[in-house]
C-alpha cells in the first residue's frame, strides 16, 4: 500500500504563486507514473500534471503549460508542483495520485491512478 499525503495548498492573488508537496510513504516504485489532478465541485477530476519517476518524462494539461511544473525528488519520496502564474481558473482541490505499476500513460487520465491524496485546496482570486 502506498500512501500520499499534499500540502502547500492556500490562497493567492491572480498572477501569484504557489509549490505543492506530496509525500509517498509506504510501497514505493522506482518506475511509475505520478501526477496532480484537480476537481472543482460538480466537475470531473482533471489530469493536470504528469510525470513518468524512471525517467522525468512529463505531461501538462494545455491549461496550464508555461506555468506549472511538476518534479519529483526521489530520495525524499516526494512529487512537487511548482505554480506560477495563478489564474481564478486555476481554483479547485489539488490531489496527487500514483499509478503504482510501471505500465501506466503519462495521458491516461484518471483511470491510470490507484493510490490519492486527500488534497489540499488553491484559491485564486482576481
Known amino acids: 500500500q502506498m500512501h500520499l499525503a499534499e500540502s502547500g495548498g492556500g490562497s493567492v492573488q491572480s498572477g501569484g504563486s504557489l509549490r505543492l508537496s506530496c509525500v509517498a510513504s509506504?510501497?514505493?516504485?522506482?518506475?511509475?507514473?505520478m501526477g496532480w489532478f484537480r476537481q472543482v465541485p460538480g466537475q470531473p477530476r482533471e489530469g493536470v500534471a504528469h510525470?513518468?519517476?524512471?525517467?522525468?518524462?512529463?505531461y501538462y494539461a494545455t491549461s496550464v503549460e508555461g506555468r506549472f511544473t511538476i518534479s519529483q525528488d526521489n530520495a525524499k519520496n516526494t512529487l512537487y508542483l511548482q505554480m506560477n502564474s495563478l489564474k481564478p481558473e486555476d481554483t479547485a482541490m489539488y490531489y496527487c495520485?500514483?499509478?503504482?505499476?510501471?505500465?501506466?500513460?503519462?495521458?491516461?487520465?484518471?483511470?491510470?491512478?490507484?493510490?490519492w491524496g486527500q488534497g489540499t485546496q488553491v484559491t485564486v482570486s482576481a
Open positions: 495520485a500514483a499509478a503504482g505499476s510501471p505500465f501506466c500513460s503519462l495521458r491516461g487520465g484518471t483511470n491510470e491512478y490507484t493510490y
Open positions: 509506504g510501497d514505493t516504485y522506482s518506475s511509475t507514473c
Open positions: 510525470i513518468y519517476t524512471g525517467n522525468d518524462k512529463t
